[in-house]
C-alpha cells in the first residue's frame, strides 16, 4: 500500500507514463483499462472497441466515416410541445427552443403517444439556431387544439 492508502496507484501512474512514452512515438493503443475504468482524456481505436456496461462521456462524441464526416455532438432531452389550434385539413406548425441546436444538424424526433389522434406529424426542420419548427396536420373536418406534449428529441452536430 503506498502513502495515499491506494495500492492501485502507483499501477495507474506507470500506465500512464507508458502510455505518454507511445504517444510520443506516434504509437496508437486500442484500449487503456485500470480497474475497469479507461482513463485517458483521447481513446483511438483503429479496429474494433467493445464495450460492456455504462459508458459516460463528457465532452462529447466525435465519430467519422471513410468519407469524413464527422458527429461532433450528440445530444438528447425532451421539449414540451403546444401546437395551439389547427384548422380542419390544415397543416400547422410550432416552434420550440432546443439549446444548441444549429441549422445543419440532424435531429429524431419521439412523436408522443397522446397525441390526439387527428393530428398527424409530418416533419420538422431547423428554422434558426436553437429553433426547431414541427409541423402537424389536422386530417378531421374540425378544428383542433391539442394540449402540451412533452417530446423525446436526439439530435447530431455534424462537423
Known amino acids: 500500500m503506498d502513502s495515499y492508502g491506494n495500492a492501485g496507484f502507483r499501477g495507474v501512474s506507470k500506465q500512464r507514463a507508458e502510455l505518454s ?15 475497469n475504468t479507461a482513463i485517458l482524456n483521447e481513446v483511438v481505436v483503429d479496429s474494433t472497441l467493445d464495450v460492456s456496461g ?38 400547422g406548425s410550432v416552434n420550440v427552443t432546443i439549446s444548441g441546436l444549429v441549422p445543419g ?22 428554422t434558426a439556431n436553437n429553433t426547431l419548427t414541427i409541423y402537424l396536420y389536422n386530417k378531421t373536418g374540425g ?3 391539442d394540449g402540451a406534449f412533452n417530446w423525446n428529441y436526439m439530435w447530431f452536430g455534424l462537423d
Open 105 to 126: 444538424n440532424h435531429i429524431l424526433l419521439d412523436v408522443p403517444s397522446g397525441l390526439n389522434a387527428g393530428l398527424l406529424y409530418v416533419g420538422h426542420s431547423i
Open 21 to 35: 512514452a507511445l504517444r510520443s512515438k506516434n504509437i496508437k493503443t486500442e484500449s487503456l483499462i485500470v480497474n
Open 54 to 91: 455504462l459508458v459516460t462521456l463528457t465532452g462529447g462524441l466525435r465519430v467519422s466515416d471513410n468519407e469524413g464526416v464527422i458527429v461532433e455532438q450528440i445530444q438528447s432531452g425532451s421539449v414540451s410541445v403546444n401546437p395551439g389550434s389547427i384548422g380542419a385539413t390544415t397543416k
Open 143 to 145: 378544428a383542433i387544439d
